[in-house]
């Protein structure tokens, strides 16, 4: 299990995860600073459910159980990586879009935003010196049988947050020249 720091893949996954737990304190700056993305009409769609401790356990025998009842082709290494997964990080943070009731904007737009408020927290782990990346296991959709969610909100994924040790390097990115057309 790897921590990417920072800039998603930007960095190179080198670094192992440690068991030192990330301070409340620090998952609060992460929230806050997703907080701070900008939303369209100001409609603030990001929902986060905050997961750890003996919570982190059960989630991953959530998804685990959740997995050998919706799969015909059971594998027990499968079975066994979901269900640990969770608690190979201090926290997990559940990303969710929670839909304007009125419907001032397009949903794609909600998604955009809270996609931006999960970058905001991203970059708010390069300064705090962690590591977190942001996964969407296929079970996503099971996350309301788990989770107090209301019926507005979607579920978008996982963001994995915790301490790191080793080295980060600097991944690779084809040049910009080759994405943008100047008009």
Known sequence: FCLSRGLGDVYKRQAQHTSDKVTKEQINQLLEAANWAPSHRKTEPWRFYVINDEKLTELGDFLANAYKESTDAFSEFKFEKIKSKPTQ???????CMHRDEKER????????????????????????????YWSTPSLIEQMPKFLPMKEEEKCLGFFYVGNFEGQISKGDRQPIDDKVTWL
């Open 89 to 95: 990080a201090s926290h997990v943070i559940v990303i």
């Open 105 to 132: 904007v397009p949903e794609w737009e909600e998604i955009a935003a809270t996609a931006m408020a999960v970058q905001n927290m991203w970059l708010m782990t390069t300064e705090l010196g962690l590591g977190g």
